[in-house]
Nanobody, 124 residues
């Protein structure tokens, strides 16, 4: 069983930055690929970014590529999402997720564990 807890959300102006963190419980964190997803009001949950268990492979959605950076710290059981040059369309609840496999994935259905989410609001 893995429990995930996101933090770092908030209100920011367009062009600003936020850093989201996800703290994970459990001894096998370093064997899990991790992902970030988001869901805006009235929209389906969408993929944002993912990182492999080794940290050696990352991928991003086209909408955030070049602006967001995912990273992980296995010593602290955390995964982070640095978000720069934020846009109003980035406004959403952001979710951290873990999959019981080392390889990263952009498919939400492949993730077993989910956090409760943190709200990010970008004002224009």
């Amino acid at each position: 069983q893995v429990q995930l807890k996101e933090s770092g959300g908030g209100l920011v102006q367009a062009g600003g930055s936020l850093r989201l963190s996800c703290a994970a419980s459990g001894r096998t964190f370093n064997s899990y690929a991790m992902g970030w997803f988001r869901q805006a009001p009235g929209k389906e949950r969408e993929f944002v970014s993912t990182i492999s268990s080794s940290g050696g492979r990352t991928s991003y959605s086209d909408s955030v590529k070049g602006r967001f950076t995912i990273s992980r710290d296995d010593a602290k059981n955390t995964v982070s999402l640095q978000m720069n040059s934020l846009k109003p369309e980035d406004t959403a609840v952001y979710y951290c997720a873990a999959r019981t496999a080392p390889y990263s994935s952009s498919y939400a259905s492949s993730y077993l564990y989910w956090g409760q989410g943190t709200q990010v609001t970008v004002s224009s």
